[in-house]
């Protein structure tokens, strides 16, 4: 604003009072809730693959089963941690001819069960079968049939449930991401004591991957 400002003058403009109201309102918005970033650190995605992660048991109470897949399937979507919690059986489509799952995603925050945004990802498994979202969701999918089909109504069933098969809370998607951090050692906290990983971790994770 101050550069902007002395070019104006220099040009032989005035500063008026409406250019002075504007280039406060232009401060203030872009300075608004500046402080310390709520961080969301990558993990490793080349080593959490390597781990030998739980199949139909949750890493922790109350934590999703299928935890392996799991972190293949929010690493490739590129998943917030709410949209993992809430996402249904029923969202995610796949069609085992052509080897692709797709699955329907919310299109912003305030509309996390949005049903018009659908991601598909192919089968990958000539680059690494360890990471391919499809043979994941494909085991997932078989997973939950066997442990709830005729139990539970299907077409609720979270896609990630928990033991009883109900949705994991969102924090619980953020402790995942450390519960492996630590098994990585990898430290969840940094020099100032702030927890490193976050809502976004998954996100970060497939964005450095």
């Not at 040009?11 to 280039?23: D, K, M, P, V």
């Not at 030998?52 to 935890?67: A, E, S, Y």
């Not at 659908?118 to 498994?125: E, I, Q, S």
Request: charged share 25%.
């Amino acid at each position: 604003i101050k550069a902007a400002k002395d070019n104006h003058l220099a040009a032989g403009h005035e500063w008026s009072s409406i250019l002075a109201r504007s280039a406060r309102l232009f401060t203030a918005s872009v300075t608004r809730g500046i402080g310390p970033a709520r961080q969301s650190e990558p993990l490793p995605f080349a080593r959490v693959v390597e781990l030998d992660l739980p199949d139909t048991k949750p890493l922790f109470p109350g934590g999703p089963i299928g935890t392996k897949d799991a972190t293949v399937l929010f690493t490739s979507f590129f998943t917030r941690e709410v949209e993992a919690s809430w996402a249904l059986l029923a969202d995610v489509t796949i069609n085992e001819g052509a080897k692709e799952i797709s699955w329907r995603l919310p299109v912003s925050k305030t509309d996390p069960r949005a049903v018009g945004c659908t991601r598909t990802w192919g089968c990958v498994c000539e680059a690494d079968p360890r990471t391919c979202a499809f043979h994941a969701g494909l085991r997932q999918r078989r997973r939950l049939l066997d442990i709830f089909e005729g139990k539970i109504d299907m077409e609720e069933l979270p896609f990630f449930p928990d033991e009883h098969g109900q949705h994991v809370h969102p924090d619980a998607m953020i402790r995942i991401v450390e519960e492996i951090a630590g098994m990585l050692g990898i430290p969840i906290k940094n020099a100032a004591g702030k927890n490193k990983f976050g809502k976004h971790s998954w996100r970060s994770t497939a964005a450095q991957y």
